[in-house]
């Protein structure tokens, strides 16, 4: 019924503005379809708290808290709670879904409501750290604290809001003179990621394993209905994470009929010129981030349908979808002057690429746009289109050309980028993935900015992502598994139960909206090391 009623608004919304679209207007009713019909079925489970614990500062720990064992459960349950007045509930991990408890009277009549603040927390800073007055650029709304009035006491509450976390405190704000217990807190987690991994080889090291099942349990909860980007903020699907996601799950859960929602709804929301957006939404109907493009997202999407072809060998959704391949790869192609992408022209577009504001993005973005076309033109041969598309080989190679031209010192044998000539990470690994760089090229690049004191590094885990690709292409693969074990073992180490949206391991509050608690730490782009740990298994599992 949910299903259907989805379907129904889309199909509705879709039809009204259909007539003045003149890009695949006449195919958006049908990808609208086919996405609802590959809505996933969510699997839920019944958690339960592990025990009580409080917050102590630490100046060693993640940002400095962390959280002590303060008593079991049945310490609190049973017992006044008009006597303790608060309290922090751990449930073990991460998790994300939908909370209860019980209210229980314990003498008298209940004569007047409870009305408690419960603060959820995925890290123990969260709960330590004021919300206002808020200093954040996000809505304060994004952090997971409620006020919940029971008018009737005994109860059973459950919020009505989706919250993911693995801490709960709870405080009691206002109270009369009957006594009560809370009991009986669950927790129903979901999550639409179904099968079994595959083990890890007996030889793998306990970091990797470790690496690989904390990035399992960060997929899992980012598999909802569509791949969210992040379970507590944004819940909504962005193309880069789609295309970091899709890899993850092929090398764990494979549950592929995700990816093909997720295209098919991408695809339908396109702008009225054919242009992707780089987010959208489910509810109350599917509808896109009006206005939210990104040049290097949009080009990923040719890359995972091509990844997505590959690893199912459906070719109805490539042969489908195949022309918003070819819309956004023809769009990227106006903006190139000389063969190199002109930055002048970039519209007031948002080029993702890391959390780093002092990244210049014109040599990243010329690998990037580079590497998406020479892969969107391998689905075109898999589709025996490549005809249709016969110039595109022509252009990546005097892209390629332009690049060696422009962004290449072949004195010291490393790319840079804009009017300074910044020497970053990513420049070099763009232009590696392109294969704008032969890999003895590229590992020179690489050990050259490893050992630049002043390149700029990655900020995130979705920047580093694309250097252990590009390190594993070069033939790195010992520095591929070094880095690996060190930036996500970083995160591990202080207490990661889901991998973090941000991680600089020199500045543990580092937060792209002004304030760390509305951080994700649960986020897609981080669960990459599944994809390297089980696809590459001779260097990361040995």
Same mark, same amino acid.
């Given at each position: 019924?949910?299903?259907?009623?989805?379907?129904?608004?889309?199909?509705?919304?879709?039809?009204?503005?259909?007539?003045?679209?003149?890009?695949?207007?006449?195919?958006?009713?049908?990808? /609208?379809?086919?996405?609802?019909?590959?809505?996933?079925?969510?699997?839920?489970?019944?958690?339960?708290?592990?025990? /009580?614990?409080?917050?102590?500062?630490?100046?060693?720990?993640?940002? !400095?808290?962390?959280?002590?064992?303060?008593?079991?459960?049945?310490?609190?349950?049973?017992?006044?709670?008009?006597?303790?007045?608060?309290?922090?509930?751990?449930?073990?991990?991460?998790?994300?879904?939908?909370?209860?408890?019980?209210?229980?009277?314990?003498?008298?009549?209940?004569?007047?409501?409870?009305?408690?603040?419960?603060?959820?927390?995925?890290?123990?800073?969260?709960?330590?750290?004021?919300?206002?007055?808020?200093?954040?650029?996000?809505?304060?709304?994004?952090?997971?604290?409620?006020?919940?009035?029971?008018?009737?006491?005994?109860?059973?509450?459950?919020?009505?809001?989706?919250?993911?976390?693995?801490?709960?405190?709870?405080?009691?704000?206002?109270?009369?003179?009957?006594?009560?217990?809370?009991?009986?807190?669950?927790?129903?987690?979901?999550?639409?990621?179904?099968?079994?991994?595959?083990?890890?080889?007996?030889?793998?090291?306990?970091?990797?394993?470790?690496?690989?099942?904390?990035?399992?349990?960060?997929?899992?909860?980012?598999?909802?209905?569509?791949?969210? #980007?992040?379970?507590?903020?944004?819940?909504?699907?962005?193309?880069?994470?789609?295309?970091?996601?899709?890899?993850?799950?092929?090398?764990?859960?494979?549950?592929?009929?995700?990816?093909?929602?997720?295209?098919?709804?991408?695809?339908?929301?396109? #702008?009225?010129?054919?242009?992707?957006?780089?987010?959208?939404?489910?509810?109350?109907?599917?509808?896109?981030?009006?206005?939210?493009?990104?040049?290097?997202?949009?080009?990923?999407?040719?890359?995972?349908?091509?990844?997505?072809?590959?690893?199912? !060998?459906?070719?109805?959704?490539?042969?489908?979808?195949?022309?918003?391949?070819?819309?956004?790869?023809?769009?990227?192609?106006?903006?190139?002057?000389? #063969?190199?992408?002109?930055?002048?022209?970039?519209?007031?577009?948002?080029?993702?690429?890391?959390?780093?504001?002092?990244?210049?993005?014109?040599?990243?973005?010329?690998?990037?746009?580079?590497?998406?076309?020479?892969?969107?033109?391998?689905?075109?041969?898999?589709?025996?289109?490549?005809?249709?598309?016969?110039?595109?080989?022509?252009?990546?190679?005097?892209?390629?050309?332009?690049?060696?031209?422009?962004?290449?010192?072949?004195?010291?044998?490393?790319?840079?980028?804009?009017?300074?000539?910044?020497?970053?990470?990513?420049?070099?690994?763009?232009?590696?993935?392109?294969?704008?760089?032969?890999?003895?090229?590229?590992?020179?690049?690489?050990?050259?900015?490893?050992?630049?004191?002043?390149?700029?590094?990655? !900020?995130?885990?979705?920047?580093?992502?694309?250097?252990?690709?590009?390190?594993?292409?070069?033939?790195?693969?010992?520095?591929?598994?070094?880095?690996?074990?060190?930036?996500? !073992?970083?995160?591990?180490?202080?207490?990661?139960?889901?991998?973090?949206?941000?991680? #600089?391991?020199?500045?543990?509050?580092?937060?792209?909206?002004?304030?760390?608690?509305?951080?994700?730490?649960?986020?897609?782009?981080?669960?990459?090391?599944?994809?390297?740990?089980?696809?590459?298994?001779?260097?990361?599992?040995?």
């Amino acid at each position: 019924m949910i299903r259907q009623s989805l379907w129904a608004m889309a199909l509705l919304v879709a039809t009204t503005a259909g007539a003045q679209r003149a890009w695949f207007a006449s195919e958006r009713d049908t990808w /609208l379809r086919e996405a609802a019909e590959s809505i996933p079925p969510l699997t839920e489970r019944i958690e339960t708290p592990v025990g /009580l614990v409080e917050s102590v500062r630490d100046t060693g720990a993640f940002q !400095g808290w962390r959280m002590i064992p303060a008593g079991d459960m049945d310490s609190l349950y049973g017992h006044s709670f008009k006597e303790r007045k608060e309290v922090i509930v751990d449930f073990g991990r991460h998790m994300t879904g939908y909370f209860s408890f019980d209210i229980g009277r314990l003498s008298a009549d209940a004569d007047a409501p409870l009305r408690f603040r419960l603060t959820f927390a995925e890290v123990p800073a969260e709960l330590n750290t004021p919300f206002d007055p808020y200093p954040g650029g996000l809505s304060r709304a994004w952090l997971q604290d409620e006020v919940v009035t029971v008018m009737d006491a005994p109860a059973t509450v459950e919020l009505s809001r989706r919250v993911a976390f693995r801490y709960v405190k709870i405080e009691l704000l206002a109270w009369s003179s009957f006594d009560f217990a809370v009991t009986g807190m669950r927790f129903r987690s979901v999550t639409s990621a179904s099968g079994e991994p595959k083990p890890l080889a007996s030889t793998a090291d306990p970091t990797i394993v470790r690496i690989n099942r904390i990035g399992l349990a960060t997929l899992a909860e980012c598999m909802q209905t569509v791949y969210e #980007d992040g379970p507590k903020r944004d819940r909504r699907l962005w193309i880069g994470d789609l295309y970091l996601e899709s890899l993850a799950n092929t090398y764990s859960f494979r549950n592929h009929g995700l990816t093909r929602r997720c295209l098919y709804l991408l695809a339908a929301l396109a #702008d009225e010129e054919g242009l992707l957006h780089a987010t959208v939404f489910e509810y109350p109907e599917p509808h896109p981030q009006t206005g939210q493009h990104c040049m290097d997202y949009s080009l990923l999407y040719g890359v995972t349908l091509y990844e997505y072809l590959n690893a199912t !060998g459906d070719r109805a959704t490539a042969e489908a979808l195949w022309p918003v391949v070819v819309r956004q790869v023809e769009h990227a192609m106006t903006y190139l002057r000389d #063969d190199v992408y002109d930055m002048e022209k970039q519209p007031a577009w948002w080029l993702v690429f890391d959390w780093k504001d002092d990244l210049n993005r014109h040599a990243p973005m010329q690998g990037l746009m580079t590497f998406a076309i020479e892969q969107s033109y391998e689905l075109a041969k898999l589709l025996g289109r490549e005809s249709e598309v016969a110039g595109w080989p022509r252009i990546v190679s005097r892209m390629k050309a332009a690049s060696r031209r422009v962004f290449y010192d072949r004195l010291e044998g490393v790319v840079v980028s804009g009017p300074d000539r910044q020497r970053s990470y990513l420049g070099q690994v763009w232009m590696i993935l392109s294969g704008t760089l032969s890999p003895r090229e590229g590992e020179r690049a690489l050990r050259t900015v490893l050992a630049d004191p002043d390149a700029c590094y990655p !900020g995130s885990p979705y920047a580093y992502h694309y250097l252990i690709e590009a390190m594993i292409r070069c033939g790195m693969n010992d520095e591929a598994r070094r880095r690996l074990t060190e930036y996500w !073992g970083g995160m591990a180490a202080l207490g990661a139960d889901t991998f973090w949206e941000v991680y #600089d391991p020199t500045d543990h509050f580092k937060s792209p909206y002004n304030f760390f608690p509305v951080n994700s730490y649960c986020h897609a782009w981080s669960c990459t090391p599944v994809y390297f740990i089980n696809k590459y298994a001779d260097i990361f599992q040995k």
